[in-house]
């Protein structure tokens, strides 16, 4: 008997010895039932699991590979995956700005997306001038954030994955050497990746009574037009610095989803298109409201009636998101790849967890998203649906020559935020137009402009004014 086997076997006779020990407490048909004769189990046994590869399974190949140049020559699809640790000033509502740590200088960072059983290639680089060194840890990867560690300034470090299971996964600063790791995520450095099925998604079902009364089920194509909604909070000094001792009294002083607080609710550009009056408010909120805010004024999220919307959602921060829509059903809650839910009208995601969300709008109309916390909606944990024409602009747009028919949704003039939209993976819908939104840099902005995102700030004064 070597000694893995003998080590094997005293895990299994303490097991047994405490099964007998505290069997009293149960009744006498489950002592038997838990109870084996010890003699029984030889070497010839434990062969045989090794054999069958049971033991083998405890630590397959692919996770612990993390060398480069053995993936990359695996025959595999790889997608490389460039990242930037960057510390830079981002605003915060009140016409501050506060101490960001971000990937690419962006908050989120950018979206990973890739197909199941496809070869991540992840290069971290941090700038010379960078005051601290980064990490990254990848959840997709399945390898400990040990195992990368934090990169230097003025040093590039690199890993390498197969992305085995499907879902959304969070990846993260680890902080240097996994110190401050806190600090450098709830500052901004944290993103998700997508690993879409490899056979792709499933159909969404929804059932529900027709008009009649009778019971229908509908199904929808997997194709859908998707979002990526990320919470996440603040703990900031009235400086605009991270606040340790905030955090650890989760006292927040911002809820943000995708980086902004309030960043999907209307603002006075909307008050004119629906009003004609930029002070005529149509929301009680309008906190990034002026057009020289550019990137950062607040945008809504525009979908069509009857069409299935696929939303990825991550709980980054350090509170529970109670993920609901208001006046609307989340039609399907999948998460790991299982179906955990179908018609609820919450569901809770804890820190770290994530879910992705299958609806259908069926009428025109406002629909607010929330973190379902009051805090939190008070925050900033809030966002704006808006589904079909409920407005009624049709008309107008088609009058002033800028479409030639009445649209499904205002996304085909206005765009969605950029920030909300993730890449294409091989069942979405392609958005119609996608502007330039989130907590991006200047800099960031101004590369979205030149490769052809809608930059709403120059087109709304463009559009036909209120009648
Ligand atoms: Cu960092």
Same mark, same amino acid.
């Given at each position: 008997?070597?000694?893995?086997?003998?080590?094997?076997?005293?895990?299994?006779?303490?097991?047994?010895?405490?099964?007998?020990?505290? %069997?009293?407490?149960?009744?006498?048909? &489950? /002592?038997?039932?838990? +109870? *084996? $004769?010890?003699? @029984?189990?030889?070497?010839?046994?434990?062969?045989?699991?090794?054999?069958?590869?049971?033991?083998?399974?405890?630590?397959?190949?692919?996770?612990?590979?993390?060398?480069?140049?053995?993936?990359?020559?695996?025959?595999?699809?790889?997608?490389?995956?460039?990242?930037?640790?960057?510390?830079?000033?981002?605003?915060?509502?009140?016409?501050?700005?506060?101490?960001?740590?971000?990937?690419?200088?962006?908050?989120?960072?950018?979206?990973?997306?890739?197909?199941?059983?496809?070869?991540?290639?992840?290069?971290?680089?941090?700038?010379?001038?960078?005051?601290?060194?980064? %990490?990254?840890?990848?959840?997709?990867? &399945? /390898?400990?954030?040990? +195992? *990368? $560690?934090?990169? @230097?300034?003025?040093?590039?470090?690199?890993?390498?994955?197969?992305?085995?299971?499907?879902?959304?996964?969070?990846?993260?600063?680890?902080?240097?050497?996994?110190?401050?790791?806190?600090?450098?995520?709830?500052?901004?450095?944290?993103?998700?990746?997508?690993?879409?099925?490899?056979?792709?998604?499933?159909?969404?079902?929804?059932?529900?009574?027709?008009?009649?009364?009778?019971?229908?089920?509908?199904?929808?194509?997997?194709?859908?037009?998707?979002?990526?909604?990320?919470?996440?909070?603040?703990?900031?000094?009235?400086?605009?610095?991270?606040?340790?001792?905030?955090?650890?009294?989760?006292?927040?002083?911002?809820?943000?989803?995708?980086?902004?607080?309030?960043?999907?609710?209307?603002?006075?550009?909307?008050?004119?298109?629906?009003?004609?009056?930029?002070?005529?408010?149509?929301?009680?909120?309008?906190?990034?409201?002026?057009?020289?805010?550019?990137?950062?004024?607040?945008?809504?999220?525009?979908?069509?009636?009857?069409?299935?919307?696929?939303?990825?959602?991550?709980?980054?921060?350090?509170?529970?998101?109670?993920?609901?829509?208001?006046?609307?059903?989340?039609?399907?809650?999948?998460?790991?790849?299982?179906?955990?839910?179908?018609?609820?009208?919450?569901?809770?995601?804890?820190?770290?967890?994530?879910?992705?969300?299958?609806?259908?709008?069926?009428?025109?109309?406002?629909?607010?998203?929330?973190?379902?916390?009051?805090?939190?909606?008070?925050?900033?944990?809030?966002?704006?649906?808006?589904?079909?024409?409920?407005?009624?602009?049709?008309?107008?747009?088609?009058?002033?020559?800028?479409?030639?028919?009445?649209?499904?949704?205002?996304?085909?003039?206005?765009?969605?935020?950029?920030?909300?939209?993730?890449?294409?993976?091989?069942?979405?819908?392609?958005?119609?137009?996608?502007?330039?939104?989130?907590?991006?840099?200047?800099?960031?902005?101004?590369?979205?402009?030149?490769?052809?995102?809608?930059?709403?700030?120059?087109?709304?004064?463009?559009?036909?004014?209120?009648?």
């Amino acid at each position: 008997m070597n000694k893995r086997y003998s080590m094997l076997f005293t895990i299994t006779a303490v097991a047994v010895m405490g099964a007998t020990l505290f %069997g009293s407490t149960y009744t006498q048909t &489950q /002592i038997t039932g838990q +109870t *084996f $004769d010890t003699s @029984n189990l030889d070497v010839d046994m434990m062969d045989q699991i090794r054999q069958m590869g049971g033991l083998q399974l405890v630590m397959p190949q692919a996770f612990a590979e993390t060398d480069c140049s053995v993936l990359e020559s695996s025959g595999r699809n790889v997608v490389e995956f460039n990242l930037t640790g960057e510390s830079v000033q981002l605003p915060i509502m009140g016409g501050k700005t506060y101490s960001a740590m971000t990937f690419n200088g962006q908050v989120p960072g950018p979206t990973l997306r890739v197909t199941q059983g496809d070869v991540v290639k992840m290069t971290l680089s941090i700038p010379t001038d960078e005051v601290v060194g980064h %990490g990254n840890d990848m959840h997709a990867s &399945q /390898i400990s954030a040990l +195992t *990368f $560690d934090s990169v @230097n300034p003025g040093e590039t470090s690199q890993y390498c994955y197969i992305a085995e299971s499907a879902g959304v996964f969070k990846y993260h600063c680890s902080g240097v050497h996994l110190v401050g790791m806190d600090q450098h995520v709830l500052s901004g450095m944290y993103g998700i990746a997508i690993v879409d099925p490899a056979n792709g998604y499933k159909k969404l079902m929804v059932e529900k009574t027709s008009g009649s009364g009778e019971l229908d089920r509908i199904f929808y194509d997997a194709d859908a037009l998707e979002f990526t909604l990320q919470f996440n909070q603040l703990y900031l000094t009235d400086e605009g610095f991270y606040d340790a001792g905030a955090m650890f009294q989760h006292h927040n002083t911002a809820t943000v989803i995708n980086g902004l607080q309030f960043g999907y609710v209307p603002n006075m550009l909307h008050n004119i298109l629906l009003k004609g009056d930029a002070d005529k408010n149509i929301f009680v909120a309008q906190p990034w409201n002026s057009i020289e805010l550019k990137q950062y004024q607040s945008q809504l999220l525009y979908v069509e009636n009857n069409q299935h919307v696929r939303l990825f959602i991550e709980n980054h921060g350090n509170e529970p998101v109670f993920f609901h829509i208001v006046g609307e059903i989340l039609d399907r809650v999948v998460q790991g790849n299982r179906v955990q839910s179908a018609a609820t009208e919450t569901w809770l995601l804890g820190g770290s967890q994530n879910m992705i969300v299958d609806l259908v709008f069926d009428e025109p109309g406002a629909y607010a998203l929330v973190n379902h916390d009051y805090a939190a909606i008070y925050t900033g944990g809030i966002g704006l649906f808006i589904a079909g024409d409920p407005f009624g602009l049709n008309p107008r747009f088609v009058d002033a020559g800028i479409i030639d028919e009445p649209v499904t949704s205002y996304a085909y003039v206005l765009g969605n935020p950029s920030d909300a939209v993730p890449p294409m993976g091989k069942n979405s819908i392609a958005h119609p137009a996608v502007n330039i939104h989130g907590l991006y840099t200047d800099d960031v902005a101004s590369d979205m402009k030149d490769a052809g995102l809608i930059a709403l700030w120059e087109v709304i004064p463009t559009l036909p004014p209120v009648p």
